[in-house]
């Protein structure tokens, strides 16, 4: 207990804390007498750091010190304001350090000091409503949840069906509600998980119940908080869900309970009100997760592994038809029309973690469906996703909870031009640099995240120099993209050559790196690559490294290194070649394989390549070019492209084409002499 004194209260203090807790003291006085006793309570974990292997000294200090509290007012059976006050006192110690309150409650004859107050005063509503909102706080604990007697659920359901106290009702139904939601998480846990499907009846049953208080009772509830928690805890269910978006009437009332105004004010209710509110909003939205194949091995393996240690285990059942993607588009869509943009717009406004990480998971469901996304841009959504995305902007790297939100704005993005997204201005753009370059580079992030991130990051690229000069300077960044070209998954090697391909056109670093550079044999590697990439199977990845091919090969050093790239192997002419020609074969290609007519876009990089290569003025060794372009076979390919064998082009092409063929005419007819 020496650590203890440093934080301890005298006795006269101490009681001055527990009797603030009051129904009667002000809501202001409540407040304050919740930061106070969250201070206390962290100031003792602090001093009293649990070792491992290890007792928790600071829950056994905290519990020393509160349960006299406790006890000392529950058990004055002569003063009912007594019980009241340890009522409520007891629950916001459930609230502020549920480890200690759930020690307390375990301590022989505690939850009889509660049914003995119901039995002394059968007729007193606030000992009633305290004793409601006190177990419902000890039933969202699994220890306290079998300390429950029947007596007090069968009282408890009895309440809730009453009509009379609708304060009253609304605590009893909460208290059911983490009890039949609790029951089903411990059976889940347990060996038998076939029980955690029985509480559905019950729930459906306190989820109406709940809905209609919202709708009729709304305004005459001083315990709106209960009903939404209760709410939030059924929203879980696939059946609640249903039931709950398909009440346009229920959304609406629901989301009046948040002031039409961007500024909220800041009270512990309000705020809880607010949280409860995008639970059940983010809830209805919540697609199912996508397993990767390995994860879904994983899960396999683990029932598998259950089966083996004699759990009793029935067929796997097919996943519920209420959580598909088709069912879920439409939940978000009926949570749209009843209002709930303008919930999110003035949640942003709102500083706490836990309303904004929640945000970033609703605008991430929201934005999954793309005929959303005009209607989250219209109501402010990307300047909301913003401000939940700077409250993480000290954390480097950015705290993984947040990138749902970098998720949804990168989504935002990549459909929508910039200038829709973030206004005419750079500065919100190059501000959303670093968050989304923080989803690509982040150790959470999964191959969905990294390649919206990349297409995101491209259209912000294509934008202005200013932002792809801001990408090429973020740490990490190129190096990371560079990196994904060669991924294995097709899309996520297209998003990133072509991030790539803007960045080598706007940035010019990235321009240097790929072949402005004198350094020719610093550039081999990269231009190496992206004729590797020109000559992919797919389409839009050959499109965008052909067109960084072509944008580099306007320098002079990057046309010494393919030159030296073709005396090395003999394929960096061909490789070009066949962008115009897909004829061109190499000596490992089957030629029964080959295409007969070329994409125009190819075809125009192709010519574009060529005719920076031969230009006379970069000075190439005359003898060698001239070998190494017979070898390829380019007199050929452009003499079919001007005779019209590879398809119609304009003059665009065909007027560089004719260029690049008297080049290479002149280049044997000198290299013959």
Known sequence: MGKAQDVAFLPDELSYLVEAFAPSQPESSRSKAYLVLSAFCQGTRSQNPQESGSNDSATDILEKVFQP??????????????????????????????????????????VEYVTDALDLFPLSASVALEVARMIGQASGHKACRALIPEEIIAWLGNKSRQATDKNLRAAAAIALVKLSRGAATDASEGTDASQAASPTSKDMELANLLKQMVISDKDSLSSLNDVIEGLAYLSIEPDVKQTLANDPKFLQQLFTLVPRRKLLPTSASNSSLLFGILLIISNLCAYRPHLSQEDAQVAKLKRMAKAGNGSKTTAEEPPNALEDDAAVRSRCRQVLASGALDVLSVASGVESQGIRLALGKIYLSIVEDKDNRGKVLQSGGARSLSRVIQSSSSSTPIDAPFLPAIQALAKLTITSSPLQVFGPTDGAMLDAIRPLSQLLLHSSSNLLQQFEALMALTNLASQSTGCADRMSSTPHLLYKVELLMLEDHTLIRRAATELICNLVGGAETVFSRYGGSPDVHATK????????????????????????????????????????????????????????????????????DGETVGDPGLVHRGVVCLRNILNPQYALPRVPLAEEVEKAGLVNVMARLLKGELGSFDTTVTTPAAEILRRLIELKTSANN
Do not use: Y
């Open 525 to 592: 590697s990269k231009l190496q690559v992206l004729l590797a990439m020109s000559d992919m199977d797919d389409l839009p990845t050959r499109l965008a490294a052909s067109g960084a091919l072509a944008i580099v090969t306007s320098a002079s050093t990057a046309c010494q290194a393919v030159f030296e790239l073709q005396l090395d192997h003999h394929r960096a002419f061909s490789n070009i070649a066949r962008l115009i020609d897909p004829s061109v074969t190499l000596e490992d290609d089957n030629p029964e």
């Open 69 to 110: 509290l406790i006890i000392s007012r529950l058990s004055n059976h002569q003063a009912q304001d007594a019980i009241v006050v340890g009522l409520s006192f007891f629950s916001a110690l459930f609230h502020v350090d549920w480890q200690s309150a759930s020690h307390v409650f375990a301590q022989d004859g505690m």
